[in-house]
Structures are given as C-alpha cells and as structure tokens.
C-alpha cells in the first residue's frame, strides 16, 4: 500500500491496459519479475484479481503457460493481518498463518489459492505497481474455451480487494472502458484506462447516480424503466429496485456477456418485441435453446428495433445492432435477452458495445455516451 501510495506522486495517473474480445473480454497485464503476460477477464462484477497458479491442484487448460510465482523475485505471500486480508471477511480467511481464499460464482465455478503480493505492468511505460491477487492453484467449474488465453479475472468491483480499489488516489478513484464490437476479431484492441488516463472523453456524457448500499461490491443502477423501439412500457415505481432481502436491483457488469432481466419484468419485455414483430409478419423459429424470441430472417427485413434503460437522471439508448443477435449463417436472429430467475437485473457486455463508460467512485456516478471504440487505441 505506501508502495503504491509513493508511486502516486510520480505516475501521474497514467496508465491503461489493453482490452480485446475472445469470447469474453479480456485484459493483457505483465505480472512478475521477470514479467510474463496474462490475460484476464475483465469484471467489474467481482472484485477478487486472480490468475491459474503453478504448481496446481486442479487448473484448466490455457493456451499461455501457467504463471509459476516459483520463478519471479517480486512474488510474497500475504500475512493474515494484512489490510486487505482483513478487508473482506467472506472471501479471506487464515489458515496455518497464510491468507488464503475462497471465491464462488454464481455460475457454479470456483477458485481457490493464497493471497498474494506481485508486480503489475502497465502501459503506456510498462509501469509496475506491486498489486495484492490470488494466486489461484485449485480452479473448478470454468467453462473457458479448450485452451484459450483467459487465465483468470481482473476484478473492478467496489469491493476492498478490487484492483480499482487498491489503485485508489493513484487513479482519483476512476476508471473507463469502451468495448469494442464483438464482431470485431481478437486483434482488435481498446483500452481499459485509469485514473488521468481517461482525459475529456465525449460531449454528450449522460451521467446516473451509483446507488449500491453499504455491504455490497457490485454497481447498483437506479432504472426505472425500459423501451422498446421508443414505446416506454410503463413499469410501476420499484419494479427494479434492490430489495431488503437481497433480491432486485439493476447491476451493470463486464463480465456477464447477455443481459438478465428479471422475470416478470422479462415477460413485459419480451411480449413487447413480440407484439413489433408481429407487424411484419415474420416467422418465428424455435431452434435457439438459448433464447425465447426468434425469427427467420429475411432478405427485405431491417427494421430492427432499439432498447432504452431509463436510469435516474439519464437514458441509455441501444441501436438496433446490440439489441438483436443475427446468425446469418443460420438465417434466424433473436433478441439477447434472458430472464433472471434471482429477480435482478444484470445488464452485460453485449449491451455494452461501442458505448463509453466512466466509473467515478468519488463522485459516485457512471457516465456513458456512444463511442467508436476502435478509436479507443487512437
């Protein structure tokens, strides 16, 4: 922590790293001394950073070789009476004077390892910042591509553990993404800046309050309402609010790729974009297990429509393109919505396309505004 406190004075705030889509959207950071890359899912829905962790006890296949913390001179374990072991309870335990960790996802996968003290590099210098992770060597349930390159997470949550966290007055609390396309391809690069690093980004900012309560690590938007194609669709005040017993809420998050409304919600939605449909005379096409609402395409078709989330104080309005996801190969396409059977909300990476986000954690604000981000890395 001075470590990073003293560097403050000196970096300027300045440093970004590298972000490109490969199923999920990952970003590249040296780790070690000597420095290695590894790519890590970018998830602003957790705050613990890990990567795969030799010598393993179970670890999936990644294409990159496992990083082996045997092998840098800037690798340490963390003590238990370190901050940030202490700093969440839940996730950081002490076990034979090591701090270890346990964390699960709500898809069932796990990670399991030693908390731990490394050397970060980042761009534009490669500067290296000594960062508290996982070093994660039992891994279960991930369901990764055959051996892709993610190796683990890099967490953006609120959370006390989350990268953004521990960076704190170094980035004044701030962070930015704009995610590029998914159709893009993998050679494709944004950025995922910090700090002084995101400059003056666009004119027409909208900005929404963060509204997540005290306890809780993810980031709680106040919506609403939604649209469909310009209708308002009228939901009663509290429809998505967060309620006492956990369930509700509207939660943006890099690492969830489709959007989950939760259900009864869902159905108004859904019977909305049906009722569009209808006006065209479109076929409907049953073969997506994934997705409730399919229609064949046809040629002459283009009149896709859009998606509004009325927050508090701004609207988030979606072209047609990141509503609707077209299997052209296929010749069907289907809207990308799930329902969300725990009654939240979570709007993921799909919707989040070609859009600007800043995360203000002083201000406690988001702001957003359209973006073509492939002049990101511009």
């Known amino acids: 922590m001075s470590k990073i406190r003293a560097l403050s004075f000196s970096l300027q705030e300045n440093i970004r790293l590298p972000v490109s889509y490969s199923g999920v959207y990952l970003v590249k950071i040296q780790i070690g001394t000597p420095s290695i890359p590894v790519f890590l899912l970018m998830d602003t829905g957790s705050g613990l950073t890990w990567t795969q962790c030799q010598p393993c006890v179970n670890c999936y296949p990644q294409m990159p070789p496992v990083y082996d913390s045997r092998t840098s001179r ?14 969440n309870p839940s996730l950081f335990r002490c076990m034979n004077r090591r701090c270890v960790y346990s964390e699960n996802y709500a898809d069932g996968s796990s990670t399991r390892g030693i908390a731990s003290q490394e050397s970060f590099g980042f761009l534009p210098n490669t500067t290296s910042v000594s960062i508290s992770f996982g070093c994660s060597n039992d891994n279960r349930g991930f369901t990764f591509a055959p051996n892709s390159r993610i190796s683990g997470v890099l967490g953006l949550s609120t959370g006390p553990e989350s990268l953004v966290r521990q960076l704190g007055q170094l980035i004044n609390n701030r962070f930015s993404y704009c995610l590029l396309r998914l159709d893009q391809g993998p050679t494709a690069t944004s950025y995922l800046r910090f700090g002084q690093d995101i400059g003056t980004r666009g004119r027409n900012l909208q900005s929404t309050p963060i509204v997540t309560p005290p306890g809780l690590n993810h980031y709680y938007l106040s919506l609403s309402d939604i649209s469909v194609n310009g209708r308002r669709l009228g ?3 509290g429809t998505f609010s967060l309620r006492r017993n956990g369930t509700g809420g509207c939660i943006i998050d890099s690492g969830t ?3 989950s409304i939760q259900e009864n919600a869902y159905q108004t939605i859904i019977g909305a974009f049906a009722s569009y449909f209808s006006g065209f005379r479109l076929q409907r096409y049953y073969g997506q297990r994934n997705f409730e609402l399919c229609y064949l395409k046809t040629s002459s078709f283009r009149s896709y429509p859009t998606m509004t989330y009325h927050f508090q104080g701004a609207n988030f309005t979606m072209i047609s393109e990141y509503v609707n996801v077209i299997y052209n190969r296929a010749g069907y396409f289907c809207v990308t919505l799930l329902p969300n059977r725990y009654q939240k909300t979570i709007i993921g990476a799909w919707h989040q396309q070609n859009t600007r986000f800043i995360y203000d954690l002083n201000r406690g604000v988001l702001q957003f505004a359209p973006e073509n981000c492939m002049r990101d890395a511009i």
């Open 74 to 87: 800037t690798y340490q374990q963390l003590p238990c009476d370190h901050p940030v072991c202490r700093g």
């Open 235 to 237: 939901f009663p005040p």
């Open 257 to 259: 790729t489709i959007t």
